[in-house]
């Protein structure tokens, strides 16, 4: 399949990523449906040109009308959808989704899919600390990361079909990995720096440090503003990983610790001097 | 004392903070001098209208021509320098200094100073990943907190007095706590937060990290590019209330690490909920 003009685009779940997936895609000129569960949405999308029709039923009629659906829901929905109503899907269509972790998502839906529909896992690295398609807003993926977790499964066709519309999204960067590769790569980068964001806030009452607080606290803590029903389910489907890398991380904190308990000037140092080393490949 | 025009400053230490003050200062229509280790620093600051005059050379004759002596050094030098060249000071003057730690530098310095000076310490938590004169900026203190810290050896005036540095420096909340108040703060808000920075960054190369690094890791690891001679020694200084800071974050993060094992998704989910909460004081 390639991303022409007359492809039909189906999102389900319209919240903040779902709309602004719809948003940017409408934006270029795809017609684009949407399933989701309150009608408050699909109205307030509707109104605001976010999407050009949607509802809150889940038929065979409406669905099997799109080229390509993308998930945007929680992931144990999604695969509970998927099981339930896949019957409902185009004969070819592309399925794609948004999901923050991808091993455990990929297989157990391309193990229970139609053969003749195809998967392909797609993780947006996009977001803002707020909800809802009130919020979309398709400037997140200007200056982010777009990856294909393509499995033995997939065709050249569809991998290319789903990074394409990483591309038309507007994202600055389209990568491929594998799903095990993704996991292991957002358990350091992304849930790993949540938990340590989450763990620092928790430590003290917040008030009174407000008068005192610099940039430094600031920007550690800035994503301890988080969803906790879905990174908790993150956190778990991503546990084993996840688990390592928070230990790993609990060594090298422990080793610092301990280099400043018995006063061992030379490893703190040498320890600044790697992380002043390596910060440096980030600097925009 | 008080702040008036003719008052002369000494900067002793012409580095990022201490180019800073001088910039600030002259700018303001003060006479500032200064005495560095290095003339081209002298001559850069000279060169570019940050200060009025300077020398290396450490004398009574030029040093007790000022009024107000402020000290920005590194905080072992800053207690030999001050025990070596007190005899210098002008009779009356007012001494300060920028030292990241307060409880083992104010103390010492108060025990040991001629009487008829008087030293106030202040900590202008404002900073910047780069260091020298080269790089002096009077901008960064606008956004930026000024905390001062008296003992019971300091008078009304010269608490004062110090406290008005910081207010005409251009600081945008000028604050007073005890030295202990103040170094378990830091220890907390600043010490902490670059010890998770650095052991973050130090977990992992970061070469092929880069391609898929979204703002977490960013914001997380702002501060690992860090001065590890300044840095261990303010760690040293700190080190009882840096290392209670350091384990009560080990534990919370411990919790989380151990809710995340046992798949204790209530308790994740309670944590995230008071970092969520908490977070919210910080919202510029």
Redesign the interface.
């Known amino acids: 399949m390639k991303i022409i003009n007359d492809v039909k685009f189906l999102i389900v779940g319209l919240g903040l990523i779902g709309g602004s997936y719809a948003q940017a895609l409408t934006d270029l000129g795809y017609e684009v449906g949407a399933i989701t569960r309150t009608q408050s949405s699909i109205d307030y999308a509707k109104e605001n040109g976010i999407i050009a029709h949607g509802t809150t039923e889940i038929t065979e009629d409406y669905i099997n009308k799109f080229d390509v659906i993308i998930f945007a829901l929680y992931p144990r929905v999604l695969i509970e959808w998927i099981e339930k109503y896949q019957a409902y899907f185009k004969k070819g269509a592309l399925i794609t989704d948004v999901t923050g972790v991808k091993g455990p998502i990929v297989y157990k839906i391309q193990d229970m899919l139609r053969e003749d529909v195809e998967f392909v896992g797609a993780h947006p690295?996009?977001g803002k600390e707020v909800y809802g398609v009130q919020n979309a807003d398709k400037s997140i993926f200007k200056n982010?990361?777009y990856?294909v977790t393509p499995t033995d499964k997939n065709t050249k066709e569809a991998i290319e079909a789903t990074k394409q519309i990483g591309k038309i999204l507007g994202f600055k960067?389209i990568?491929e990995?594998s799903p095990e590769e993704h996991d292991e790569?957002?358990g350091?980068?992304?849930q790993?720096?949540?938990?340590?964001?989450?763990?620092?806030?928790?430590?003290?009452?917040?008030?009174k440090?407000?008068?005192?607080?610099?940039d430094?606290?600031?920007?550690?803590?800035?994503?301890?503003?988080?969803n906790?029903?879905m990174?908790?389910e993150l956190?778990?489907l991503n546990?084993a990983e996840?688990?390592a890398?928070?230990?790993?991380?609990?060594s090298?904190?422990?080793?610092?610790?301990n280099a400043?308990?018995s006063?061992d000037?030379d490893k703190?140092?040498e320890?600044?001097?790697?992380?002043?080393e390596?910060?440096?490949?980030?600097d925009?």
Chains 1, 2 share one sequence.
């Open positions: 690295m996009a982010a990361n990856i960067t990568a990995l790569m957002i350091f980068l992304s790993l720096t949540h938990c340590i964001a989450v763990s620092l806030m928790d430590c003290k009452e917040s008030e440090l407000v008068d005192y607080t610099g430094s606290f600031r920007d550690l803590t800035r994503i301890a503003k988080i906790d029903a990174w908790s956190f778990l546990k996840l688990l890398q928070m230990d790993l991380f609990m090298k904190f422990s080793e610092l610790r400043l308990a006063e000037t703190m140092r320890m600044m001097r790697i992380s002043t390596r910060r440096k490949y980030f925009k």
